[in-house]
């Protein structure tokens, strides 16, 4: 367990306890905005510093918005946000391009405030809500606490202004609805980053899709890159979701209820449902703010197509400035193309398979497309990744496999675990209206996931998504 | 009324949760180490008291630590190898490496790899808390039952400071290092280790070494320690006698000695990080200050030097040539897996000269296993 976790068990509890007695919302505010810093100067003063000039200054942006909507000013707005966002993470990793010198060492030694990726988004987002001449009249206190609240600040989900805004402003009570919620999405959180980390570290040491990815891949046959790659997306759908329900539950036990992130995404029969199920608060900023924008500029079919690669290989470089992360982007833009046109020429020549036999095929071609471009997503070098992929399209290479069996073993049996434990969930729905768990058990299974999230999870490391 | 039921089915519930957490942990043990599910589950089944003192219990498992038959950390013997056995404590033994990464390990494999076959076997007869007196003990013993060659001594030398405080005292209680005895509790919760463990982590360095100042100077003042700025001469005087004797010993039963100096995390002059872990040593060893152990360091190195120079015995400089730092340490002189590697490979760098003479009579069909070295090595 890191410092940071740490203290965040020892100040959530103390923040809880001191929150519902205060009978303002102004002193609520205050109490979470000071929470929210003390939490977030753990991970470095100096990022704090920087979050809060960047919260006054968008804030500032925002009240010159509001006054006169004018393309100029949102511009302003726009380019002082991506310039803050690539001097801490596109610069460093731009700065090998540069000549040997004293300077381009000091670009590559910028360390990544934690988060900034996703509250530069918030940031952006309020400004492209005022422009849209959506009513949002935050306080300077409200502002600042929706840029640091503190389940949101690091990875997610990215919320926007109009969904919290209203939630500040209320007057919650501690609800024993809230606390069940809460503590039952923090538990399937802990055991999701548990499966996630098992998946990356193996039954055996060096034996995990990490180890195996970090390693040599060079004599993988198709068989073992279909396992990394399917064992992957399952490692970080498990990392980030999990991460997503902790802070999820941990935002409910205070009465707040943030943005979801992820809805089964890997029961996607198409590309274009996966991207409204994954990583839903990114994916669908991408959408309102990029995507839709850049659309409305021309009619063209063409021009829809390239808009989409164009949005997505922005959504690749989200994560990081780096040559893969755009070529996953550009695989995920062209997934989407193909897939608007093949629906095209189904409607053009009435193509029509029964459901029966479409539904299954599309989720196979749909699940295998996705897995396959986490190659991109996790690969050391763009090397590594088309020697793999050359790997998984060599059919003469689909007879052996050079990974240990416990991997394959081990990757079948969370996916399939998984995909059993939601067809499961459906069964319980459908004919006993839910399951209820009595208090004690309850008691019982959360004491479970917090020894599977405590002593078995690794260091801060832990979440993948930190990284970005 | 209704408040009351739902006040008692939370502690109920906390009770559950609790009680849980302590299943869970031993059921962890159980999967983990094959450890048993009742009962305590400590590093003392490792040990079986003798005569001598404690002894490594045969076929003893603990976490990741197992013993062979013979009651030694690794393989079982085999057959027609040259053996080397490692003497020392629990730097030796291995605490914090992967398993099956502690030096002698890594020697064994490093050595083997240079003869192109299995030639070697490092026998590592160290154990935490082992001191030279004991080792010379137990020479008789380990001779026989494991016919060694060469003996690669890497001694503790903490045990001097408290030998000191024993003389002083003359109490019972004291006359032992603290972690050696262990009171045995009626109830011993697995759970409590892990949550000391995950805090131990967790706290920042500078919390966790103010609590170990505020603790050292507790026992200081609880067990009346008079504090030392270092260790004195006369100690250092055994330190030298005990050396001596077990080369004798092991010379005695035909035992090739090889001495090594004592390695530690300290750069030299102190870096910053080294304040640490040298907080760390001062809480073991409260009647002895910082500066104090610097000295002891070098003192007794220079003690083992010495002997190596007076008895004719080879030297391997593991002081001088082990680089330092956490990357290599894991505390004071613990090792990493990293830094077991790198003393594996200044310990195969120094053998190998010694032992090429002895490939070349194994090659020229004299028997390795149990043989004595007539190599002429103590005229070096």
Same mark, same amino acid.
């Given at each position: ?17 001191? @929150? ?97 990726? +996703? ?23 409200? +502002? ?68 195996? +990815? ?110 893969? +992360? ?89 996916? @399939? ?52 | ?24 942990? $031993? ?207 006369? $100690?250092?005087? $055994?330190?030298?006698?005990?050396? $001596? ?136």
């Amino acid at each position: 367990m890191s410092s940071q976790a740490l203290l965040y068990i020892i100040v959530l509890p103390v923040a809880w306890l001191l @929150l519902w007695p205060l009978k303002s919302t102004r002193s609520r505010q205050a109490l979470l905005l000071v929470t929210s810093y003390a939490l977030y100067a753990s991970w470095g003063l100096k990022f704090l510093g920087l979050l809060i000039c960047s919260s006054v200054l968008n804030y500032g942006l925002g009240i010159s918005l509001r006054r006169k909507q004018s393309v100029a000013r949102l511009w302003l707005g726009i380019v002082l946000n991506v310039a803050l966002l690539g001097t801490f993470k596109y610069l460093p990793a731009m700065a090998h391009l540069l000549p040997h010198s004293s300077l381009s060492t000091s670009f590559a030694n910028i360390a990544l405030p934690a988060g900034i990726s +996703f509250w530069t988004f918030q940031a952006l987002s309020y400004l492209f809500d005022l422009y849209r001449e959506e009513e949002l009249d935050p306080s300077l206190l409200e +502002f600042l606490l929706y840029m640091a609240f503190w389940p949101t600040v690091l990875s997610g989900p990215i919320c926007r202004l109009s969904s919290l805004l209203p939630q500040f402003r209320e007057i919650l009570k501690p609800a024993a609805e809230n606390i069940r919620h809460g503590f039952d999405r923090i538990c399937i959180g802990l055991f999701m980053t548990a499966l996630g980390q098992l998946l990356g570290g193996g039954l055996h040491a060096g034996q995990g899709i990490d180890g195996i +990815f970090d390693g040599s891949t060079r004599g993988l046959t198709g068989p073992d890159v279909w396992c990394l790659a399917i064992g992957y997306g399952f490692e970080l759908f498990f990392n980030f979701a999990g991460y997503t329900h902790i802070v999820i539950g941990a935002a409910y036990l205070f009465g707040f209820r943030l943005d979801e992130n992820f809805d089964r995404p890997y029961l996607s029969t198409t590309p274009s449902e996966f991207w409204t199920r994954w990583h839903m608060s990114l994916s669908f900023w991408i959408r309102d703010y990029l995507f839709l924008p850049l659309v409305m500029l021309r009619r063209e079919a063409w021009w829809r197509s390239l808009a989409l690669v164009v949005s997505m290989v922005v959504f690749g470089l989200w994560h990081k400035g780096a040559l893969l +992360f755009a070529l996953w982007g550009l695989y995920q833009g062209i997934l989407l193309v193909l897939h608007r046109q093949w629906r095209q020429l189904q409607r053009r020549y009435e193509w029509q398979l029964p459901q029966a036999i479409m539904g299954p095929l599309s989720w196979i071609v749909t699940f295998g497309a996705i897995c396959l471009g986490w190659v991109f997503f996790r690969a050391r070098s763009v090397t590594q990744a088309f020697t793999m992929l050359r790997a998984a399209a060599d059919l003469n290479k689909y007879a052996s496999r050079t990974l240990p069996a416990n991997l394959f073993l081990l990757v079948a049996a969370l996916v @399939l675990g998984y995909f059993g434990t939601i067809g499961s969930q459906r069964l319980l729905r459908k004919y006993s209206g839910g399951l209820t768990v009595p208090l004690e058990v309850r008691f019982a299974l959360y004491s479970v996931a917090v020894y599977v999230g405590v002593f078995h999870m690794a260091q801060t490391q832990a979440f993948i998504y930190f990284q970005f | 009324m209704k408040r009351l039921a739902i006040l008692c089915r939370l502690c109920l519930g906390l009770v559950i949760f609790v009680l849980v957490l302590e299943v869970c942990a $031993r059921i962890d043990d159980v999967v983990s180490y094959d450890a048993p599910f009742w009962g305590s589950y400590n590093d003392e089944i490792l040990l079986r008291q003798d005569s001598i003192g404690k002894w490594g219990r045969p076929g003893a498992r603990y976490a990741k630590w197992q013993l062979n038959s013979l009651g030694y950390r690794g393989p079982e013997l085999r057959p027609g190898s040259i053996r080397i056995v490692t003497v020392g404590a629990s730097e030796t033994f291995g605490l914090y490496e992967a398993p099956g990464q502690e030096y002698p390990r890594q020697l064994e494999r490093g050595l083997n790899s240079w003869s192109g076959k299995d030639t070697f076997q490092i026998v590592n007869v160290a154990f935490a808390g082992e001191t030279l007196p004991t080792s010379i003990l137990r020479v008789p013993e380990i001779v026989e039952e494991i016919h060694p060659s060469y003996a690669l001594i890497y001694p503790d030398l903490s045990s001097y400071i408290w030998m000191s405080v024993k003389t002083e005292t003359h109490t019972a209680s004291e006359s032992s290092a603290p972690n050696a005895s262990r009171t045995r509790a009626t109830f011993d919760s697995r759970l409590a280790g892990r949550v000391g463990n995950v805090l131990k982590q967790a706290l920042p360095s500078a919390v966790q070494n103010a609590l170990r100042r505020v603790s050292m100077r507790r026992e200081i003042a609880s067990r009346h320690y008079v504090v030392l700025e270092r260790l004195p001469e006369d $100690r250092v005087g $055994r330190f030298r006698q005990d050396l $001596r004797t077990l080369i004798a010993a092991l010379r005695a039963h035909g035992v090739e000695p090889v001495l090594v100096t004592h390695a530690t995390v300290f750069s030299k002059p102190l870096a910053k990080s080294d304040h640490v872990p040298l907080t760390t040593w001062r809480k073991i060893y409260p009647m002895l200050k910082e500066e104090g152990f610097l000295d002891m360091e070098q003192r007794m190195n220079d003690v083992i030097r010495q002997t190596a120079a007076d008895e004719h015995v080879p030297l391997i400089d593991a002081d001088r040539q082990m680089p330092h730092g956490p990357k290599y340490f894991a505390d004071m002189v613990h090792f990493t897996t990293v830094g077991a590697g790198i003393m594996a490979s200044i310990l195969a760098d120094g053998l190998e000269p010694l032992l090429n003479s002895q490939l070349q009579k194994t090659a020229d069909g004299q028997p390795a296993d149990g043989e004595r070295p007539t190599t002429g090595l103590s005229q070096q």
